[in-house]
């Protein structure tokens, strides 16, 4: 019997957990979630964790299941998931996982890329210099060194700026051309199912989604965890402009703008990845839930 992942992407806030409900409980199977931030049980409200109604409609995986104190790297990532579909597979031949994590969905349907080691001093050189010259500086040079890779990462979380910078200056070629080699197969078919809006609807919804944030506390969780504001995974739209209005460098009103004009970036990163995928069949993001079944229902 095949086995298959149907798997939802899209840009943030374009309707993805809905859709990916809806043909769970069509195939009557699990959900696997692929964001790489809504793992982390302290930062339910800026990450859009599912609300619980949602959760409840189906069977949800890799949901608030670590802590922002442990480290977890896409590999790790990878390899859990592949474990999950395994087990899951045994009592069901369909799984639906959603997300919009780009590295993340194609680790797990294609496999991670090899990089090569580079000398640690690299690293601490980039921090120094993100510390001292900011951002913009590193994302400076990564557009000089490798422009390919300055249009298709999130340049503004600074562990992936950093990531692809040191494997430039520690190989001398560029992050990009290490990426898409050959991976191992998978024993599950997959299907990827991508949902899109115009340009002008995808930013009001991202508006009114912050808005939602805000109201719903999100100020009140990032100040909770803003003594811990160096972690990683606190390296995330929402909760780094809130910090800089912590550190009294911004206003409130500022960081709130802040918040929607950089998830509208990171919406516009997402749109570029997935649609250099050919793999992907895209929806409108208010489709007809019947259309999208018939699609479905013939694989």
């Known amino acids: 019997m095949t086995k298959f992942l149907y798997t939802v992407v899209g840009p943030t806030a374009i309707g993805k957990t809905a859709l990916s409900i809806q043909i769970a ?17 302290e930062m339910r409200i800026g990450t859009a964790v599912p609300e619980p109604q949602e959760l409840a409609t189906a069977q949800h995986h890799f949901i608030q299941n670590r802590s922002i104190f442990d480290g977890y790297s896409v590999g790790g ?3 859990d998931t592949l474990l999950k579909i395994a087990d899951l597979h045994q009592e069901n031949p369909n799984i639906v996982m959603v997300g919009g994590s780009g590295l993340y969905v194609n680790a797990v349907l294609n496999g991670l890329d090899y990089f090569p080691d580079v ?4 690293r601490t050189q980039l921090n120094a210099t993100l510390e001292e010259k900011g951002i913009e500086n590193l994302q400076e040079q990564l557009l000089k060194l490798d422009p390919e890779s300055y249009e298709s990462i999130a340049v503004d979380n600074p562990h992936r700026l950093i990531r692809a910078l040191e494997v430039c200056i520690g190989s001398g070629k560029t992050y990009s051309s290490f990426k898409n080699k050959p991976k191992a197969a998978r024993n599950f078919k997959s299907i990827q199912i991508g949902l899109r809006s115009d340009r002008q609807l995808m930013y009001d919804r991202i508006n009114q989604r912050v ?14 965890l803003y003594e811990h504001k160096s972690l990683n995974a606190l390296q995330t739209v929402g909760y780094r402009e809130l910090f800089l209005h912590f550190d009294g460098e911004i206003s409130l009103e500022f960081a709130i703008e802040e918040i929607k004009k950089n ?5 516009k990163r997402q749109i570029t990845w997935f649609k250099k995928d050919p793999n992907i069949t895209w929806f409108d993001h208010d489709v007809n839930f019947e259309e999208v079944k018939l699609f479905i229902d013939r694989q």
Do not use: V
């Not at 000398?119 to 690299?122: K, L």
């Not at 805000?214 to 909770?224: F, P, Q, S, T, V």
């Not at 998830?263 to 919406?267: E, K, N, S």
């Open 25 to 41: 409980n069509h195939l009557n199977c699990d959900i696997i979630s692929c964001d790489s931030r809504q793992f982390y049980k």
């Open 77 to 79: 990532f990878e390899r």
């Open 119 to 122: 000398a640690p001093e690299i």
């Open 211 to 224: 808005d939602i944030m805000i109201n719903n506390g999100l100020i009140d969780e990032a100040r909770g």
């Open 263 to 267: 998830t509208r970036r990171f919406a």
